[in-house]
């Protein structure tokens, strides 16, 4: 994987490159810096330290890394923060910039970051966190390294509060639906309607006043079909009673026991068998197997017109990892895998199903991570780092290979 957020203590981390927060003079600091210092010998890296001399912040040099589990410690010097009027982001950016491009120049294949200037020097972890990604993405988008975002505590890791906000009342809303599903003991009938006639014609005060989740999870449910049921109407009291002149689906085409997968697919119910059941045998059956998880992925980078590296990438997965995946037409992904993958190709929700379908794999709606990830998708957000940050905060595994 091209980009881990890990909880650890970065003395602890393996890689080539440990970056510290350093002091500006020479001299032990506290925090990171400290542990560092500690950790890896504290005369021997003192030493070390004084000939690289005083450091500007902004700046990275490097020292052997003596009994840490690296070859090098880069040292870089954050600023202090001063409420963010006196340059104090771009010296961060130049903190990250400047210390994968020395990892690169010492020929590192990994390097850990802690969230730079965090601690004692009270720079705000959300800014931390996004300016971070920015520059890390940015490095991987010209280079290969694995880079690891180590954070020591998890309650201190910050991202857009609107944003967490937001993901909250999606998971909420639609297991809200699923648990009025279950307890109402469906099926449920589904009614045909207009689909030509959006949501807002029907229902406009939705655009005023309702949440965008709210509102694009109603809108699915109002052009593929109307919930019949007196509990879910009073849940939901926008929904209204069709007209009874309106088209309506024949019955015949339902069984009893025909549901919508809700609130997932909300697909239609399959009106025929793919193969007539007593006419074809199964060798017969068997010859007509659809393409792979492989072929299918590489048939859609073609048609987006993508390169394996732009792919890859986006998807944070390493080169080696994906170059086992074009060689391989037997290819198992993992689900994590597969999900970056579809994320690196913009897929909407029911690509990416059809995508995973192919792995033998599903969208749970008991799992929250999956829930998370829908959510990213409806609301078109394709950043794999961003997405990551979100599943981390949760406490949920990250994207990618």
């Known amino acids: 994987m091209a980009l881990q957020i890990i909880r650890n203590n970065i003395i602890n981390v393996e890689a080539d490159a440990i970056v510290n927060t350093a002091n500006p003079a020479v001299g032990v600091g506290r925090g990171v810096d400290s542990s560092v210092y500690r950790a890896a010998g504290w005369e021997k890296l003192l030493e070390a330290r004084k000939k690289i001399g005083e450091m500007s912040p902004g700046e990275a040099a490097w020292t052997p890394a003596f009994d840490l589990h690296a070859k090098y410690i880069i040292h870089t010097v954050g600023p202090a923060w001063r409420g963010g009027g006196y340059g104090e982001r771009e010296t961060v950016a130049k903190c990250y910039s400047r210390s994968l491009e020395l990892a690169a120049e010492l020929g590192c294949e990994s390097i850990a970051f802690p969230l730079i200037a965090t601690g004692t020097y009270g720079f705000p972890k959300d800014d931390a966190l996004r300016i971070a990604m920015a520059e890390i993405s940015s490095f991987l988008l010209e280079n290969e390294m694995e880079v690891l975002l180590v954070v020591y505590d998890r309650e201190s890791f910050e991202v857009s509060g609107k944003l967490f906000a937001d993901i909250k ?7 809200a639906m699923y648990e009025l599903s279950y307890r109402s003991y469906m099926p449920i009938k589904t009614y045909g309607r207009n689909l030509q006639e959006s949501s807002a014609e029907r229902i406009p005060e939705l655009n ?3 949440g965008s989740a709210r509102r694009s999870f109603l809108d699915r449910i109002l052009n593929r079909g109307r919930v019949e049921t007196e509990e879910a109407r009073s849940a939901f009291p926008e929904i209204q009673e069709a007209d009874a002149e309106e088209e309506s689906v024949d019955y015949d085409l339902f069984s009893d026991e025909d549901t919508l997968d809700f609130p ?3 697909s239609m119910p399959s009106y025929a068998p793919a193969f007539p059941t007593q006419e074809i045998s199964l060798d017969e059956r068997l010859k007509h197997l659809d393409k792979t998880f ?9 048609r987006r017109g993508l390169t ?16 086992k995946i074009r060689s391989n037409v037997d290819y198992s992904p993992s689900k994590k895998t597969a999900l970056a993958l579809a994320i690196a190709l913009e897929l909407s929700l029911d690509e990416t199903k059809d995508l995973l379908a192919r792995a033998g794999l599903a969208l749970s709606p008991s799992m929250m991570s999956d829930r998370i990830i829908e959510y990213c998708i409806e609301t078109s957000n394709y950043d794999i780092y961003e997405i990551n940050c979100i599943l981390f905060k949760y406490d949920q595994p990250t994207l990618g290979a």
């Not at 009342?169 to 297991?175: K, L």
């Not at 492989?294 to 073609?302: A, K, N, P, R, V």
């Not at 394996?308 to 170059?323: C, G, L, M, Q």
């Open 294 to 302: 492989q072929e299918y992925l590489f048939m859609l980078i073609d």
């Open 308 to 323: 394996d590296p732009e792919v890859y990438k986006k998807a944070n997965i390493d080169r080696k990892h994906f170059s």
């Open 264 to 266: 997932g697919s909300l």
């Open 169 to 175: 009342s999606y998971i909420g809303d639609n297991e």
């Open 208 to 210: 005023a006043s309702e």
